[in-house]
């Protein structure tokens, strides 16, 4: 779940609540891009001054649905080589029940930073952050993990990157953090769940747990393609959820 202070989402934190029980579900945890300092992408994110709000609308929320839904303080905390020191700072500022760690390749300031060489080039270079940002220590779960196949679209071609994409799934795996199965993936430009089922597959094969979320930036898409997901989780090859 994301709230109005990322700029790009709508919907108060209890609008989200309030679909998430009509859906059935029995929690949520918002997870709002995280400040960044530097003006990394700031159009897209809340301030270092609105962090405090950002906390209390959450807390907020909790505190309406209590004993209705379970609601939870998580963040989507950016990673990117160098940007390690602030984002440990970051979490101690508040008791995030989850952190999501998110590699965002359309960002202007990543885009000029590491769009070197050939378009697989710099797909090889997101999934190696994808691995690293795991290493860290930093986060529970990886956001998104294939955003990239929206870079260039039309020549995204999973075989291409299967060797890499098995190597950064080894190093993955070696950590126990978490990877999301991320359903907005369908509404983006290459419309498919992140991951896909083949790389869904692979994480299944090296055990790596999976996080279910619909990542909504406004209140009807929660819980969006929810029945579809644990099918592709079942077809992937995991047996229970929790």
């Known amino acids: 779940m994301h709230t109005p202070l990322c700029k790009h989402a709508w919907g108060e ?20 891009h995280c400040p960044m300092p530097d003006g990394f992408w700031p159009t897209v994110r809340m301030s270092e001054s ?24 998580g963040i989507e905390s950016e990673y990117y080589p160098g940007c390690e020191e602030y984002i440990a700072k970051l979490h101690q500022r508040a008791d995030f029940h989850y952190v999501l760690g998110a590699v965002h390749w359309q960002a202007k300031e990543y885009l000029n ?4 060489g050939t378009i697989e080039n710099f797909r090889r270079t997101y999934f190696d952050h994808l691995a690293k940002s795991a290493e860290s220590g930093l ?33 993955i795996a070696a950590t126990g953090v978490a990877m999301e199965l991320n359903t907005s993936g369908l509404n983006k430009s290459y419309s498919e769940m992140n991951p896909g089922l083949e790389m869904l597959r692979m994480m299944a094969d090296r055990k790596i747990p999976v996080v ?27 047996e229970k959820v929790s």
């Open 139 to 171: 986060y529970d779960c990886i956001a998104h993990p294939d955003l990239v196949k929206n870079y260039h679209p039309d020549s995204w071609c999973f075989a291409i990157v299967k060797n890499t994409v098995s190597t950064v799934l080894d190093r």
């Open 113 to 116: 930073k590491y769009e070197i």
């Open 212 to 238: 279910l979320g619909s990542d909504s930036h406004r209140p009807i898409r929660v819980g969006e393609h929810f029945v579809t997901a644990l099918n592709h989780l079942a077809e992937a090859g995991y």
């Open 13 to 32: 934190p209890e609008e989200y609540a309030q679909q998430a029980v009509k859906a059935g579900l029995k929690g949520i945890i918002f997870t709002c």
């Open 50 to 73: 609105e962090f405090d709000t950002y906390v209390a609308i959450v807390q907020r929320a909790a505190n309406a649905f209590k004993g209705k839904l379970d609601i939870r303080l």
